[in-house]
């Protein structure tokens, strides 16, 4: 049999994906579709970054196991996520601290509302395409696959400073000093600054 060729298997991942909405497939069953190559972890990888469909596994979702798979959606991503360069990508997450800007999430470690999951961080638009906001970096934030997950119709507003203090003032010393660590990782220079005074 002749060998398949890279472009041969990722169709038929595709269609197999397209054909299971829904379902969760593991490697096993993926391996044999795209023909037993010893390459199809990477042809699933590019129909996630390559094209776009949210191939979800367990770095998204803590109920799978590593080595499952599950598409949701048939839609794949705008093409924008795609195409976004690597360098306008590499500077907005360095922008925002490799950190979700809507729920504070960083980029690798545990999520804060669900700790099994790594936190894997998306380019997504401040003011929506939709409503006519640009590809431009000054447009662009990190959001993390939770988020992004959740929040695309969503208008999460920023707390507001006075009601954020009264919420910290009333938790316990153990989630303040929580809070403490936080915003001394996020700020070692102006921590020093400010314990110097
Ligand atoms: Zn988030």
């Not at 190559?37 to 803590?62: C, F, K, M, P």
Request: proline share 5%; net charge positive.
């Amino acid at each position: 049999m002749a060998k398949e060729k890279s472009g041969g298997a990722r169709s038929k991942l595709r269609q197999h994906f397209l054909a299971n909405i829904g379902r969760v497939m593991d490697s096993n069953e993926l391996r044999k579709v795209a023909g037993d190559i010893s390459e199809w972890a990477r042809r699933v990888r590019e129909l996630r970054t390559e094209e776009g469909y949210l191939i979800l596994t367990h770095n998204d979702r803590s109920e799978l196991k590593p080595g499952e798979y599950l598409l949701e959606i048939s839609k794949p991503q705008p093409a924008f996520e795609r195409a976004i360069s690597k360098e306008t990508r590499a500077f907005v997450l360095d922008r925002n601290g490799f950190t979700c800007q809507m729920c504070g999430a960083v980029a690798g470690e545990p999520h804060p509302y669900d700790p099994t999951r790594k936190t894997r961080l998306h380019i997504g638009h401040i003011i929506d395409k939709s409503m006519q906001g640009p590809d431009d970096p000054s447009n662009l934030r990190a959001i993390c696959s939770v988020c992004n997950e959740g929040a695309s119709n969503v208008t999460l507003t920023r707390p507001d400073l006075q009601k954020l203090l009264v919420q910290i003032r009333r938790a316990t010393s153990a989630d303040q000093l929580e809070i403490l660590k936080w915003l001394v990782t996020k700020f070692p220079k102006q921590a020093i600054e400010i314990s110097n005074k």
